[in-house]
């Protein structure tokens, strides 16, 4: 995060590497659940729905899976389940099972514009990494772990340089004026 000010107004810009979210376009069964238990759900039913029905949404075919959902059950919406790759994270809130509760708890470690390259554990939150391995929201002590396991150091080196080529990113800035 990089913190400024500019005439009176207070700047936070935060540069985010996509390849540390979870990538709403390529999950699998696993993740796919592990993602439906991180937005909140508990309950083995509504769980299964969820995953099943993003499954579902994101895949190429108009067969629904057990607990899923194609496009006979979004008749009565305005909107029909994709079949693609969703192109906004704000999609999944009309996703079966997904509430727009559920896309805010997930919104900050999820991705459509994941990029070229696989999953970077550098840059994620504990909530990707969580879901990505198929489990809970990663502790520290599971960081540290993971990225050791990775080959990578346990602290961030500042003063290599950083490679951000051909990486997707999203730039976040927010700015705040003092009354």
Do not use: C
Not at 76 to 85: I, L
Not at 109 to 127: I, K, M, Q, S, W
Request: aromatic share 6%; charged share 30%.
């Amino acid at each position: 995060v990089i913190a400024a000010r500019f005439e009176g107004v207070e700047l936070a810009i935060r540069v985010e590497d996509e390849r540390g979210k979870v990538p709403l376009n390529q999950v699998g069964e696993r993740t796919a659940a592990a993602l439906a238990r991180a937005a909140g759900l508990d309950d083995a039913q509504d769980l299964r729905i969820a995953a099943d029905s993003l499954l579902d949404w994101v895949d190429d075919d108009g067969e629904p899976r057990l607990f899923g959902a194609e496009a006979a059950h979004y008749r009565r919406s305005a909107t029909p389940p994709r079949n693609g790759p969703m192109l906004s994270v704000d999609e999944l809130g009309s996703v079966r099972g997904w509430t727009r509760a559920m896309v805010e708890r997930v919104r900050p470690f999820v991705t459509v514009h994941f990029g070229n390259g696989g999953f970077d554990l550098r840059n994620a939150r504990p909530e990707a990494i969580g879901v990505m391995q198929g489990g809970e929201v990663a502790g520290f002590d599971e960081i540290v772990r993971a990225r050791a396991a990775a080959g990578q150091r346990e602290a961030i080196d500042t003063t290599a340089p950083l490679d951000l080529s051909g990486r997707a990113l999203s730039i976040r800035a927010e700015a705040r004026a003092r009354r």
